[in-house]
């Protein structure tokens, strides 16, 4: 499974629109995905303009809350980001100040 969480945001942060993001890298392959709306991994052809976040709304303190379950992946490692940045757009900004970010690792045996 995948979680994402997002805690103790500043009271002022908190009801701004922002695009949240999940993005994966399979290490090894070079090979990107992202998540789009309807929560399937999408392989990232290299144009930044062909990617859309899977979510837009207002920024909150998120609990950690599962995004993909019961993911069956092959035997490798796996880098996966996720993140929120403004303004609410569709495009992916990565002005320092305007994102925040958070990253894991996977490793399926």
Known sequence: ???VAMMNLPAAYIG???????VGLVNGSGKWYYMNRAMSFIEF???LSNIAPAYQGAL???SPYTVVNNLVLPAGVYTVWFGVDYPMDGVLHLTPGYYLVSQATITVE
């Open 1 to 3: 499974d995948v979680a």
């Open 16 to 22: 701004v629109g922002v695009d949240w993001w999940l």
């Open 60 to 62: 909150m303190n998120l």
């Open 45 to 47: 052809d290299g144009n």
